[in-house]
C-alpha cells in the first residue's frame, strides 16, 4: 500500500488546521502543531491524525464545506485505501515512521461542518472495530511517531509492516 502525502497540516489548537510545507516528526507529533483539548488529542499514542484525501472528496461531494486540513489531520494521504487501515500498521512517511494505533471518533467541533458530518464519518460499527463498515476510517486514524523524521507535502507514504 503505497501513497503520497498531499498535505502537512498544524494549528495552533483546534480545527482547522493550515498547511505547512514540511515538518518534522516528533514523538509527540508535528512541531509547531498543538490541540485545543490536550487531554483528548495528543500524546504518544495519537501524535498524528491521517485522514485520506479520497474520504474528505467524498465528503465535498455530498455537500459538506470542507477542506484538507479542516477536520483536524496533519497528514491528508492520497493512494491509500482508508478501508485497509489497521491498528499496527508502520508506514514510512518520508525520514519518519509512523504506526496506527487507533480509530478516531469525532468530537462535537466538527459540527461547524454540518451536524451530520459525525454520523457520515464515524458510526457504532466503526467503534466495536468492525473494518466492513463503509464508514470506516472516514473520520481518520491516529498514530504514534516510532522514528522520527522530517516530512514534506508530497513525499511517498507506504506500508512498511503490519501486526500478524
Same mark, same amino acid.
Given at each position: 500500500m503505497t501513497g503520497t502525502i498531499v498535505q502537512i497540516s498544524i494549528s495552533h489548537g483546534g480545527?482547522? &488546521?493550515?498547511? /505547512?510545507?514540511? *515538518?518534522?516528526?516528533?514523538?509527540?507529533g508535528l512541531e509547531g502543531d498543538s490541540h485545543a483539548h490536550p487531554e @483528548?488529542? +495528543? +500524546?504518544?499514542? &495519537?501524535a498524528v491524525l491521517l485522514i485520506t484525501a479520497e474520504g474528505i472528496d467524498d465528503l465535498i461531494g455530498r455537500g459538506y464545506p470542507i477542506y484538507f486540513g479542516a477536520l483536524g489531520?496533519?497528514?491528508?494521504?492520497? +493512494?491509500?485505501d482508508r478501508r485497509l487501515l489497521r491498528t499496527g500498521q508502520r508506514f514510512r512517511v518520508g525520514f519518519a515512521v509512523i504506526e496506527l494505533t487507533k480509530v478516531r471518533?469525532?468530537?462535537s467541533q466538527?459540527?461547524?461542518?454540518?451536524? +451530520?458530518? &459525525? *454520523?457520515? @464519518?464515524y458510526d457504532d460499527? /466503526? &467503534?466495536?472495530?468492525? @473494518?466492513?463498515?463503509?464508514r470506516w476510517a472516514m473520520s481518520g486514524f491516529y498514530a504514534a511517531v516510532v522514528r522520527t523524521g522530517l516530512?514534506? *507535502?508530497n513525499d511517498i507514504i507506504t506500508l512498511e509492516s503490519e501486526l500478524a
Open positions: 480545527l482547522p &488546521k493550515r498547511p /505547512v510545507p514540511e *515538518a518534522v516528526l516528533t514523538p509527540l @483528548i488529542h +495528543g +500524546g504518544p499514542q &495519537k489531520e496533519n497528514l491528508t494521504t492520497r +493512494g491509500i471518533g469525532p468530537c466538527l459540527d461547524v461542518y454540518g451536524t +451530520g458530518i &459525525k *454520523a457520515e @464519518i460499527r /466503526v &467503534k466495536s472495530g468492525d @473494518i466492513t463498515s463503509p516530512i514534506r *507535502a
